[in-house]
């Protein structure tokens, strides 16, 4: 995974362009699932790993976005996700919408 993500991150800082990372609650990665099953967790942690990429590249301009059909659990993923941000010392804007 990370050398297919790599190359963008890299474009990305070449440009000074900023990335959305975006996790989907449907389309949550086969591991994701088996580790972490169809949670707003699973959410958090899949947008925390690829953003922990970007970090490893010192790339910083990045945006967070969760995207959930059901409003309830787009909120627990969000608050999940600001929750960690705080505990990892993290301060990236959330996208909402």
């Given at each position: 995974?990370?050398?297919?993500?790599?190359?963008?991150?890299?474009?990305?800082?070449?440009?000074?362009?900023?990335?959305?990372?975006?996790?989907?609650?449907?389309?949550?990665?086969?591991?994701?699932?088996?580790?972490?099953?169809?949670?707003?967790?699973?959410?958090?942690?899949?947008?925390?790993?690829?953003?922990?990429?970007?970090?490893?590249?010192?790339?910083?301009?990045?945006?967070?976005?969760?995207?959930?059909?059901?409003?309830?659990?787009?909120?627990?993923?969000y608050r999940l996700l600001a929750a960690?941000?705080?505990?990892?010392?993290?301060?990236?804007?959330?996208?909402?919408?």
């Open positions: 995974m990370v050398e297919a993500f790599t190359p963008l991150i890299e474009t990305c800082k070449k440009f000074d362009r900023a990335m959305r990372i975006g996790t989907n609650h449907g389309s949550l990665s086969a591991r994701i699932l088996s580790f972490y099953g169809d949670s707003p967790r699973g959410m958090v942690e899949s947008a925390i790993e690829f953003a922990d990429m970007c970090r490893a590249l010192d790339y910083h301009n990045f945006v967070f976005s969760m995207k959930a059909s059901n409003p309830v659990v787009m909120i627990q993923g960690e941000m705080y505990r990892l010392g993290w301060d990236y804007p959330l996208h909402l919408g």
